[in-house]
C-alpha cells in the first residue's frame, strides 16, 4: 500500500489543477480518465474511472471502469467476429459465440483480460484510494469530493507511473466514446448524482482548440469543409474550435477525429498511416485533402513548422466542419 501513498500536496500544484478543473468543484462523483501504455508497443487505451464517495471511511469505495474499444496489446480498434478465435496470451481456441479481435489480429479470453487488464487496474484504484483515504477527507473539506481524488490520482500517476500512465484532464469533448455508457448505466446506479457531469460532457459549448498555422491546410478546410492535418503530438478528439493562434478570434467549429500515427517504411522509405499494427494506407491516399499537392510538399511544410525538421512522431487528424445549425 506504501507505494501508492500521498503523503502531501503541492500548494502550487492544487491551486493550478483547482482552477483546469473548475466545473467540475463541487461535484460529488469523481470521475478520472487515464490513458495506459498498452502490453505490447507505447499506444494507449483509455480508461474511465467513476468513484462514489464511501459512507463511512472504513468502507471501501465503490468504483466503476469503463472500458474504451482498443486492444489492450496492441492499441488498435476492436471488432465483433462470430469466427473461431485463437487467445493471444493463453493459446485456447474458442468456437462459439461472438468474440472480440482487433485490427491487428489480436484475441484476448475473458480470463486472460481479467488478469493482465482489469484486475490490476482495478487494484491500483482501490489501493490508491485506500491508501489515501485520510487526505481525501481532509481534501474533500475544502475543495470537494471530485476534485480531492482528482488531486491525489495526478499526483500518483505523475510521481509513480509516469512512464506507463498518463492523467488526462477533462474537457466536455475529451470523453464522447464514454458518453452514452455513463448515461446508460452510471446515472441509474447513482441515482442522478453525477448529472452535472454529464451535462459537461454532452454540452456543445465545451471544446477544445486546435490551432492551424499552415495556410494551406486551414484553406482546405474552410474552402472545402474537411481536412487531413499531421500534428506532433496526440491531441483530445472530439468537438474544437479552430483558432490561428491563442489571442486569435475562433473561425470555426469542427469535429476532430484521429486516423494513425505517420511512420516511414523500410527499404523503400514510403510513408503509411497506421494504427498499432493495422495500416490504414498510404499517406499519399489522404493527401487530396491535406491542402497540399503531394506527400513532399506536405511533409516539408511540417519541417517549416516545427523548427526544420520532421517530428519525432506524427499523428494524422481528420478535422471536419459542423454544420451551423448543429
Excluded at 441515482?191 to 459537461?200: A, K, P, R
Excluded at 459549448?205 to 495556410?215: A, H, L, M, N
Amino acid at each position: 500500500m506504501e507505494k501508492s501513498r500521498i503523503d502531501v500536496l503541492d500548494a502550487k500544484l492544487r491551486e493550478k489543477l483547482k482552477e483546469r478543473w473548475k466545473d467540475f468543484y463541487e461535484h460529488k462523483v469523481a470521475l478520472i480518465l487515464l490513458r495506459v501504455k498498452c502490453l505490447q508497443n507505447d499506444n494507449r487505451r483509455n480508461f474511465l474511472l467513476v468513484v462514489f464517495p464511501q459512507e463511512q471511511l472504513d468502507e471501501l469505495p465503490s468504483l466503476i471502469i469503463y472500458f474504451d474499444n482498443k486492444c489492450a496489446l496492441c492499441g488498435s480498434e476492436l471488432i465483433p467476429t462470430k469466427k473461431p478465435v485463437k487467445c493471444t496470451i493463453c493459446g485456447e481456441i474458442f468456437e462459439e459465440g461472438e468474440k472480440l479481435v482487433c485490427l491487428g489480429g489480436h484475441h484476448i479470453c475473458d480470463k486472460c483480460y481479467e488478469e493482465l487488464v482489469e484486475k490490476p487496474i482495478t487494484l491500483l484504484c482501490l489501493d490508491a484510494l485506500v491508501a489515501n483515504k485520510e487526505i481525501i477527507r481532509e481534501l474533500s473539506k475544502e475543495d470537494g469530493y471530485a476534485m480531492a481524488v482528482a488531486l491525489v490520482f495526478y499526483e500518483l500517476i505523475k510521481h509513480r507511473f509516469e512512464n506507463t500512465i498518463d492523467f488526462v484532464f477533462f474537457t466536455g469533448s475529451i470523453i464522447p466514446e464514454f458518453s452514452k455508457v455513463i448515461s446508460n448505466i452510471c446515472l441509474e446506479q447513482c441515482e442522478g448524482m453525477c448529472s452535472g457531469v454529464m451535462d459537461l460532457l454532452k454540452s456543445r459549448e465545451r471544446k477544445t482548440v486546435i490551432y492551424f498555422k499552415s495556410k494551406k491546410a486551414l484553406d482546405c478546410l474552410l474552402k472545402n469543409g474537411e481536412v487531413y492535418t499531421i500534428r506532433p503530438k496526440k491531441r483530445f478528439e472530439g468537438l474544437a474550435y479552430v483558432k490561428t493562434s491563442k489571442k486569435g478570434r475562433k473561425l470555426a467549429e469542427v469535429e476532430v477525429k484521429y486516423v494513425g500515427e505517420v511512420v516511414q517504411t523500410a527499404p523503400d522509405d514510403e510513408w503509411f498511416v497506421v494504427e498499432g499494427a493495422y495500416a490504414k494506407g498510404k499517406l499519399e491516399e489522404f493527401v487530396d485533402k491535406s491542402g497540399f499537392n503531394s506527400v513532399e510538399e506536405w511533409l516539408e511544410e511540417v519541417r517549416k513548422l516545427n523548427s526544420g525538421k520532421l517530428p519525432d512522431k506524427m499523428f494524422l487528424y481528420h478535422v471536419k466542419l459542423l454544420e451551423e445549425d448543429s
